[in-house]
């Protein structure tokens, strides 16, 4: 194999396996860890790269928490045993 397209297939891998950390990064975040425990777990110093890269998801926390105030607040959303049957 040439040595070009031995770079090119390496280039690919290597766009790939970025690909995977920016998913894992955006799972993370959007699953509500931390953003210093996903910075840590990346292996960033601190949380302004993700907050760099993955603003999208930092832009809307706040709507999301106050989303889940306001579920918290209603009497019996977070009980099963509350829940009302289905007819």
Same mark, same amino acid.
């Given at each position: 194999? #040439?040595?070009? /397209?031995? &770079?090119?297939a390496l280039d690919l891998i290597?766009? $790939?396996?970025?690909?995977?950390? +920016? !998913? !894992? *990064?955006? $799972?993370?975040? !959007?699953? *509500?860890? #931390?953003?210093?425990?996903? =910075?840590?777990?990346? *292996?960033? &110093?601190?949380?302004?790269?993700? $907050? %760099? +890269? !993955? +603003?999208? @998801?930092? %832009?809307?926390? %706040? /709507?999301?928490? $106050?989303? =889940? @105030? =306001?579920?918290m607040l209603t009497p019996g959303a977070d009980d099963p045993t509350? =829940?009302?049957?289905?007819?």
């Amino acid at each position: 194999m #040439p040595l070009q /397209q031995s &770079s090119d297939a390496l280039d690919l891998i290597c766009d $790939r396996v970025h690909s995977l950390r +920016h !998913y !894992y *990064g955006s $799972r993370l975040l !959007y699953a *509500g860890v #931390p953003g210093n425990d996903g =910075a840590d777990w990346m *292996g960033h &110093s601190s949380t302004d790269v993700l $907050r %760099e +890269h !993955y +603003h999208y @998801i930092f %832009e809307g926390a %706040e /709507q999301r928490g $106050r989303a =889940a @105030i =306001a579920t918290m607040l209603t009497p019996g959303a977070d009980d099963p045993t509350e =829940a009302t049957e289905v007819a």
